[in-house]
Every structure is written in structure tokens, then in C-alpha cells.
């Protein structure tokens, strides 16, 4: 009897101390999570399938006016848990603000599943052309104003976020159009900067090219304009803006979405002079054109907008006028459109 008591009693002992064990090892685990950071515990509860936890303790994280690595690693739990839980809907939401503040940001965290990264991916396609656009209507912008400096990183940034978009397979007919004008503003940007460092010389031959153009062709060069055409994104000096209220009509620029740019039917470039054409590729002298295609895709309107060269300039008005187009579409109405086109030697 005395060996069988003894036997219960060691088994009870035993079962005391594990319980025990255990106690400890939970009190110094939660002692570790105390004493980790925020981020770290909702990491490791994440990790543990406690996502409301999870949510819970990053909802107690003050984001805003942390380092940026913070508060991105932060959503990205957030979007985590929200996805998760099967509340996508909020997790796609939280996905577009972390797109919409870095467009080609990657999922650098350990717990980023190939159901996460599809979503975000899914995410990423969706809003990207509208991010082309704004960061391209703010380049224009920019540059209207002369502030190459500032235009720049925005169109290299466009010109980055357009060639996801092509990874990304999205469909957008305005999307080809817009990487001819990024590279073709990124060029004139360029351009403006080895004008300004180019020899006297050569400015002086390019004046002499197109006085003997201009006797030539019986063109008189034009005096150059007081200011730059507006650009087409302008709501100020837009060059449609004076056809909107006069026909309450709307004129449609690349910059627009869910508008279908018009297709090229005949775009004649008249030729440039062989000397005159050697000197401009040397000075890297690039131009702009405006062109104003109505519903019936007839150019109604051209301005330059830069200058590639002023005789020249005038042989591409004349010839625009005969240029024709299949008219932009919204909606699969056809539409007036403002056209920009890169003039080069």
C-alpha cells in the first residue's frame, strides 16, 4: 500500500512540476512579447494564425510621423491579417493606399504569400495608369514652367511605373502613346541642357541653316512666340479650354482616362534639309506639336509648342492641316483630342 501511495504521489509531484514548467515558460513568453517591440509581437501573431491579435496590437501602432520602413511594414500586416480574416475588400484597400505612396514597391516581408503578392500585383494593375498619369500631367506641368529639374524625376519615375505596367500585361490603348511622350519630354529635357552648354558656333550655324531655308522655301520665319503654347493638361491656358466654352463640348488629351488616343491614318512629316537636319542631331534640338483631331479625325488646329527649328516649324503647320486620323473615342463615342507630337531631326 505504502509503494502505491508513494507511486501516486511521485506521479502528482511530476504533473505539479510540469504544470509549473509551463507556467513559467508562458509568463517568460509573454514577459519576451512585452518586451518586444509593437510590430515584432504582431509579426509573431501574425505568424501563429492570431490575426485578430494581430490586428489588435497594430492598430495600437502610431504611424503616422514614423520612419516610412515603419509605417509600410505596418499596413503591409495590417493588409495581411484583413486578407487573412477574408475581409478583402478592406485588405485591397489598405494594399492601394501602400501602391498609391509607392507605386513599384516590392513585398519585402517574410510572411508575403503568393496569394498576397497576386492580390497586391492585382492591386498594382489596377491603379497603375491612373499613376502614369498624374505623375506625367505634373511633369508637363513642370515643364511649362521651365523647371526641368523638377520634371525629370517624374518622368523617370512615369517611364518606371509604365514599364511595370507593361510586365504587369495591363491593357490601356493610351499607355504606348504615353511612353513616346515620356522618352520625347525626358529627350527635350536633355536637349534643353546641351543647348545651353552648345558653342556659340553652332548656334550661329543653325541661324544661318534656317535663313537659307526660309529663302528656299519662300517661308518666312516666324518671330518667336512671347511664351510656350499651354500645355494640354493645363485647366488655366489649355489650348481646348476657349472650344470647351464656346461649344460646351470637351477635348480629350492623353492624359484623360478611359479615352481611346486616336489612330494615325496619314501623319506626313515634310523633310528637313540635309545640312539643317546634320546641325539639329548635333545641337540634339528636339521640338513639340499640338494638334487639335475633331470627332471626324480632321486636324482643326496646330501649334508649336517647342520649337525644333522656326522655318521648319512652319512647313509642319502647313502640313498638318492635311494629316488625318480615326478621331478619338470615350466611351466609344468619338471625341475631340489634343495630340502632342515629338519633332525630331
Given at each position: 500500500?505504502?509503494?502505491?501511495?508513494?507511486?501516486?504521489?511521485?506521479?502528482?509531484?511530476?504533473?505539479?512540476?510540469?504544470?509549473?514548467?509551463?507556467?513559467?515558460?508562458?509568463?517568460?513568453?509573454?514577459?519576451?512579447?512585452?518586451?518586444?517591440?509593437?510590430l515584432s509581437a504582431a509579426k509573431d501573431l501574425y505568424a501563429s494564425a492570431a490575426y485578430e491579435d494581430a490586428l489588435s496590437t497594430l492598430s495600437r501602432i502610431n504611424a503616422d510621423g514614423a520612419a516610412p520602413d515603419l509605417s509600410r511594414q505596418v499596413d503591409e500586416?495590417?493588409?495581411?491579417?484583413?486578407?487573412?480574416?477574408?475581409?478583402?475588400?478592406?485588405?485591397?484597400?489598405?494594399?492601394?493606399?501602400?501602391?498609391?505612396?509607392?507605386?513599384?514597391?516590392?513585398?519585402?516581408?517574410?510572411?508575403?504569400?503568393?496569394?498576397?503578392?497576386?492580390?497586391?500585383?492585382?492591386?498594382?494593375?489596377?491603379?497603375?495608369?491612373?499613376?502614369?498619369?498624374?505623375?506625367?500631367?505634373?511633369?508637363?506641368?513642370?515643364?511649362?514652367?521651365?523647371?526641368?529639374?523638377?520634371?525629370?524625376?517624374?518622368?523617370?519615375?512615369?517611364?518606371?511605373?509604365?514599364?511595370?505596367?507593361?510586365?504587369?500585361?495591363?491593357?490601356?490603348?493610351?499607355?504606348?502613346?504615353?511612353s513616346v511622350l515620356v522618352d520625347g519630354f525626358l529627350g527635350l529635357i536633355q536637349s534643353a541642357a546641351d543647348q545651353r552648354t552648345a558653342q556659340p558656333a553652332a548656334a550661329a550655324l543653325v541661324a544661318t541653316a534656317a535663313a537659307g531655308l526660309a529663302e528656299r522655301?519662300?517661308?518666312?520665319?516666324?518671330?518667336?512666340?512671347?511664351?510656350?503654347?499651354?500645355?494640354?493638361?493645363?485647366?488655366?491656358?489649355?489650348?481646348?479650354?476657349?472650344?470647351?466654352?464656346?461649344?460646351?463640348?470637351?477635348?480629350?488629351?492623353?492624359?484623360?482616362?478611359?479615352?481611346?488616343?486616336?489612330?494615325?491614318?496619314?501623319?506626313?512629316?515634310?523633310?528637313?534639309?540635309?545640312?539643317?537636319?546634320?546641325?539639329?542631331?548635333?545641337?540634339?534640338?528636339?521640338?513639340?506639336?499640338?494638334?487639335?483631331?475633331?470627332?471626324?479625325?480632321?486636324?482643326?488646329?496646330?501649334?508649336?509648342?517647342?520649337?525644333?527649328?522656326?522655318?521648319?516649324?512652319?512647313?509642319?503647320?502647313?502640313?498638318?492641316?492635311?494629316?488625318?486620323?480615326?478621331?478619338?473615342?470615350?466611351?466609344?463615342?468619338?471625341?475631340?483630342?489634343?495630340?502632342?507630337?515629338?519633332?525630331?531631326?
Amino acid at each position: 500500500m505504502n509503494v502505491a501511495r508513494d507511486k501516486v504521489m511521485n506521479r502528482k509531484s511530476q504533473v505539479l512540476q510540469t504544470l509549473i514548467v509551463t507556467a513559467v515558460v508562458a509568463i517568460a513568453s509573454a514577459v519576451l512579447r512585452s518586451a518586444q517591440d509593437p510590430l515584432s509581437a504582431a509579426k509573431d501573431l501574425y505568424a501563429s494564425a492570431a490575426y485578430e491579435d494581430a490586428l489588435s496590437t497594430l492598430s495600437r501602432i502610431n504611424a503616422d510621423g514614423a520612419a516610412p520602413d515603419l509605417s509600410r511594414q505596418v499596413d503591409e500586416y495590417r493588409a495581411f491579417c484583413l486578407y487573412a480574416l477574408g475581409r478583402t475588400h478592406e485588405a485591397e484597400t489598405v494594399a492601394e493606399t501602400l501602391i498609391r505612396r509607392q507605386p513599384l514597391a516590392r513585398l519585402d516581408a517574410a510572411d508575403a504569400s503568393p496569394r498576397l503578392e497576386s492580390m497586391f500585383s492585382d492591386v498594382r494593375r489596377r491603379l497603375l495608369p491612373s499613376l502614369i498619369r498624374d505623375e506625367f500631367r505634373a511633369a508637363r506641368l513642370s515643364i511649362d514652367d521651365k523647371a526641368y529639374n523638377a520634371a525629370e524625376p517624374r518622368l523617370t519615375d512615369a517611364r518606371q511605373m509604365i514599364q511595370e505596367a507593361q510586365r504587369l500585361g495591363v491593357k490601356d490603348d493610351g499607355l504606348p502613346d504615353l511612353s513616346v511622350l515620356v522618352d520625347g519630354f525626358l529627350g527635350l529635357i536633355q536637349s534643353a541642357a546641351d543647348q545651353r552648354t552648345a558653342q556659340p558656333a553652332a548656334a550661329a550655324l543653325v541661324a544661318t541653316a534656317a535663313a537659307g531655308l526660309a529663302e528656299r522655301s519662300n517661308v518666312a520665319s516666324p518671330a518667336a512666340p512671347s511664351r510656350p503654347v499651354a500645355a494640354a493638361t493645363s485647366p488655366e491656358s489649355h489650348p481646348s479650354a476657349a472650344a470647351r466654352a464656346a461649344d460646351a463640348g470637351l477635348t480629350y488629351t492623353i492624359d484623360d482616362d478611359g479615352v481611346t488616343p486616336p489612330l494615325t491614318i496619314q501623319q506626313r512629316m515634310p523633310a528637313m534639309p540635309m545640312q539643317l537636319q546634320t546641325i539639329a542631331r548635333a545641337v540634339h534640338a528636339r521640338g513639340l506639336l499640338d494638334i487639335v483631331i475633331d470627332e471626324n479625325g480632321r486636324v482643326t488646329d496646330a501649334r508649336i509648342r517647342q520649337s525644333l527649328n522656326a522655318a521648319f516649324d512652319s512647313l509642319v503647320l502647313r502640313s498638318a492641316r492635311a494629316w488625318k486620323y480615326q478621331p478619338a473615342t470615350k466611351d466609344g463615342v468619338p471625341v475631340r483630342f489634343v495630340k502632342t507630337i515629338l519633332l525630331v531631326p
